[in-house]
Nanobody, 118 residues
């Protein structure tokens, strides 16, 4: 059974930084994509950033140049460094593990709150 445990959320002032971490446990297929999504009340969950096991990354336009995703395959951990945070970044951030086989399936973390005050 795969589990994802996030940490690092909190309250920060606009312009500040936070680093989110997500540690995966259990047996994970070697070909995968780790990502961060976020969601605010009344809105759909949206992709923030993702990184494949080969290191390819993609970002939402709204965070390009401010956020950086990275992963440590040995530790089965993905990170999201968030700089120059804006109040619009306030959301619950979810870690995602996507396995692109058998039609693709996903695992999700429990979510961590990020609040940016103006």
């Amino acid at each position: 059974q795969v589990q994802l445990v996030e940490s690092g959320g909190g309250l920060v002032q606009a312009g500040g930084s936070l680093r989110l971490s997500c540690a995966a446990s259990g047996s994970i297929f070697s070909i995968n994509r780790l990502g961060w999504y976020r969601q605010t009340p009344g809105k759909q969950r949206e992709l923030v950033a993702a990184i494949t096991n080969g290191g390819n990354t993609n970002y939402a336009d709204s965070v390009k140049g401010r956020f950086t995703i990275s992963r440590d395959n040995a530790k089965k951990t993905v990170y999201l460094q968030m700089n120059s945070l804006e109040p619009e970044d306030t959301a619950v951030y979810y870690c995602n593990l996507h396995i692109p086989i058998r039609g693709g399936y996903d695992y999700w973390g429990q979510g961590t709150q990020v609040t940016v005050s103006s």
